[in-house]
């Protein structure tokens, strides 16, 4: 992962994460992840002078590599995700799930596309939010 801005987030794993085989469900990456990406976005929107947080960029693309076992008695992981590269429209971010002892449990990339409400379509980048990116990249 790159060095700049990061969202770190501690999540308490619940008792309908873990499956059966008392290791989390595969499924609930994406979740943890959609939370990392939540706080990384809210503040690049804060940075660029943007209040509206939510719905300002929306998920194109998610890829995850498992690495190791997280286990019910882990009882929390740790959620990274910070941008990795800033295109017209879209933006590509690096993501991360760790367990306590900071073993890397599953990484990957996850790519948004600025999204325009109004036209229900994407749209550019502006230039307050790719100042933001940039710093943040």
């Known amino acids: 992962m790159t060095a700049g801005l990061e969202n770190r987030m501690g999540v308490r794993l619940r008792w309908r ?3 059966m085989l008392g290791h989390l469900n595969r499924s609930v990456d994406h979740e943890l992840l959609e939370e990392g990406r939540g706080g990384l976005m809210s503040e ?17 693309h998610g890829d995850l590599d498992y ?11 740790e959620v990274v995700v ?3 590269h800033v295109g017209n429209t879209s933006l590509r971010m690096e993501h991360e799930v760790r367990l306590p ?5 599953a990484s990957g990339t996850t790519i948004v ?25």
Do not use: C, Y
């Open 17 to 19: 994460d873990v499956d």
């Open 82 to 84: 910070r941008p990795a």
């Open 101 to 105: 002892d900071a073993t890397v449990a």
């Open 113 to 137: 596309v600025a999204w325009d409400p109004a036209s229900r379509g994407k749209r550019e980048i502006t230039q307050a939010e790719r100042a933001a990116l940039v710093a943040a990249a």
């Open 67 to 77: 690495h190791a076992e997280v286990r019910k008695d882990h009882e929390h992981v």
């Open 44 to 60: 690049i929107a804060r940075m660029a002078g943007n209040s509206h947080a939510h719905g300002v960029f929306v998920l194109v």
